[in-house]
């Protein structure tokens, strides 16, 4: 493989390309019209606009890219996360082109595309499923018995849904009905797809994934989890390796599912397992995504693995060099997502342009962005920033590691997720590890983000007139801007 075209854009593709480049392997970024002056565009050996911002006139235009692939003698395409990246019909698009996709067979991208088939595929193995139909329900009386069975509350999903998307609730026998209704006609208008599943609802659980890898030669190794249950409206926020819940046994039996769910569709290249955890510590498989995720980078700080030349090697054709005996954690990595977002109004959108942006350096600590100050944030886009990752031999130091670069973090002009990087960090029930997919709801609120910035001014009071200096201007800074110690360097 001699040059890959990365169908992405923002910090993704440029991570994609750091490790081609270091591979030795030449590099093509594609760009909409707002991204002409983006990193990706400008770290790339050649660049191809797509056409104008929006996602349908860009990004996602995937005979274009497979077109332009051709013309520059592309031998591999990396589809990077979102976009094109979990679409079957562009990966079989690319391979009948005669390039490599860098990523799945399009048949594994499919089948775990819809949620009843990926249950399916997964039924003769040793793989827990959350109790519930195995079948679209079709038949609404008979599918209100199968829920009266199972026991409320339970959890109509739509099959081609994902994410959270086209989920309902449905606590009472009385409600069933009428929410199966609703559930079909959303899955019919937003999927296409109007099958949906019953199944019953896990309470608190927790989102733990694990990655695997496989090779072409039928090798499947695990890379240990991500616990990924700090979300906020199916928006992850914090992310961690390894999980603080996790027993060496647990570990050894999700690990085990999770190379099973892979087997189940022949998987090869990287992927993710998507597992709930309740409160007995009972695992159940949710869904597996099929591309590099966003939060890849914790796994590679734990494992000494870069996750991109594994997908590439895979794809090139080699067998992994190691096998799951080899593997083990080393250390403990955090990853804060920084977002666009106001933290003290209910993460509205706050795009616009980087008058400052300076990033935080030293041991441990690793930012994967796309951009450089001075940059307007496309409002087209995801609105992520950057991902902050620290890395610490134990989960305290990690912390500690991430909460300094939170503070050395300088980002004037839009709002960000900083503040509530650092709320969730300092929080007793994140500390103690003693937390689930509801930490959000429960504990975040506007106001509880500004307690928690005089609470530690009181607290500097207390420790002594020189900390008190140093931090008081923390109290009012929030509303001016997310990072406090800014203003005085
Ligand atoms: C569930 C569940 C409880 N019980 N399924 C949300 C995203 C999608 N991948 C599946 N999701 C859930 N499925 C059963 N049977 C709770 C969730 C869920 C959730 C899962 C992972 C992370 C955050 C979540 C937030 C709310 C609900």
Known sequence: MKKILVANRGEIALRVMKTAKRMGISTVAVYSEADRNAPHVKFADEAICLGPPPSAQSYLLGEKIIKEALRLGVDGIHPGYGFLSENADFAEKVSASGITFIGPRPDSVRIMGSKLAAKDAVKDFDVPLVPGTEEAVTDKVEARKIADGIGYPILVKASAGGGGKGMRLVERSEDFEEQLDRAVSEATSSFGDGSVFIEKFVTNPRHIEIQILADNYGNTVHLFERECSVQRRHQKVVEEAPSAILTEDLRKRMGASAVQVAQSVNYTGAGTVEFLVDDHLNYYFLEMNTRLQVEHPVTEMITGLDLVEQQIR???????????????????????????????????????????????????????????????????????????????????????????????????????????GRFVLKHDAFISGKFDTNFVKKYYSPEKLRESWSEEANAAALAGAFVFDKLSDKLSAPQVEENAAWGKR
């Open 314 to 420: 895979v794809a090139r054709g080699e067998k992994l060099a190691f096998s799951q005996e080899d593997l083990s954690i080393c250390g403990h990595a955090l990853e804060l997502r920084v977002y666009a977002e106001d933290s003290y109004d209910n993460f509205m959108p706050s795009t616009g342009n980087l008058e400052v942006y300076i990033r935080p350096e030293g041991e441990g600590v690793r930012v994967d962005d796309g951009f450089e100050e001075g940059m307007d944030i496309p409002v087209y886009y995801d609105p992520m920033i950057a991902k902050l990752i620290t890395y610490g031999s134990t989960r305290a130091e990690a912390s500690e590691k991430m909460l300094q670069a939170i503070e050395d973090y300088k980002i004037k002009g839009p709002q960000t997720t900083l503040p509530f």
